[in-house]
């Protein structure tokens, strides 16, 4: 079992890389985030490595982290969700993100990726909700956005108040831990307006 790779970029395609490990060249596939944050050809290279083997094919997926891959398996798990669709999720949305998606139920986050339509973003963040890659912690952001949520889904202003909050170059974590103090202080009936502005002073606090 192939649990990591280090060696040189190869190169490189659209979904894909070659690594070159003493001479060895794997193909790995990626998402579009670890493709990026890859170095460049002729550099060294490190990816996590997940196998899938099928009878009439072995493939290996590549990973910049291990949150990274952790996630890739939690979305295989949901029905419809396949390793091309995972990456394609992987690859518009980070952890931190798809975390805070799942938490708000956010199924239009979800559903920027490729290959996701409306019913299966919807129950990709109904399914998941309130699970975590096995060894991974969910972020606290996002953890404290759920609990204070509870069971239900979040208002559209707080899904905005979120987005409106990272577009101004806060982390996704860092906006649903500003939101979850004052959803669980003030409640969730708030305009979009006023979940800014709030957030912003507790951002800014």
């Known amino acids: 079992m192939i ?24 193909e790995v596939f990626c998402s579009g985030r670890t493709l990026q944050a890859l170095p460049r050809v002729g550099e060294a290279g490190v990816v996590f490595i997940e196998t899938i083997v099928r009878e009439d094919m072995i493939r290996l997926y590549g990973f910049a982290s291990e949150t990274e ?55 990709l963040v109904t399914e998941l909700k309130g699970k975590v890659p096995t060894g991974i912690g969910i972020d606290a952001g996002a953890l ?27 982390s996704s974590a860092q906006a649903s831990a500003a939101l979850a103090r004052i959803v669980a202080r003030d409640g969730d009936g708030m305009a979009t307006e006023k979940l800014i502005r709030l957030g912003l002073r507790e951002l800014s606090s």
């Open 3 to 26: 649990g990591k790779l280090k060696g040189l970029i190869d190169s490189y395609d659209d979904d894909r890389v070659l690594i070159d490990c003493g001479g060895v060249c794997y």
């Open 69 to 123: 891959k952790a996630w890739f398996n939690l979305l295989s798990t949901v029905q419809g969700v396949g390793a091309r669709v995972a990456l394609s999720i992987l690859s518009v949305l980070s952890p931190s993100e798809l975390s805070s998606a799942i938490a708000l139920q956010d199924k239009a986050m979800v559903g920027r990726a490729s290959g996701v339509g409306p019913k299966l973003a919807l129950r």
């Open 144 to 170: 404290g956005l759920q609990t204070a949520l509870g069971d239900g889904v979040a208002p559209g202003a707080i899904t905005d108040a979120v987005s409106a909050l990272t577009n101004l170059g806060y």
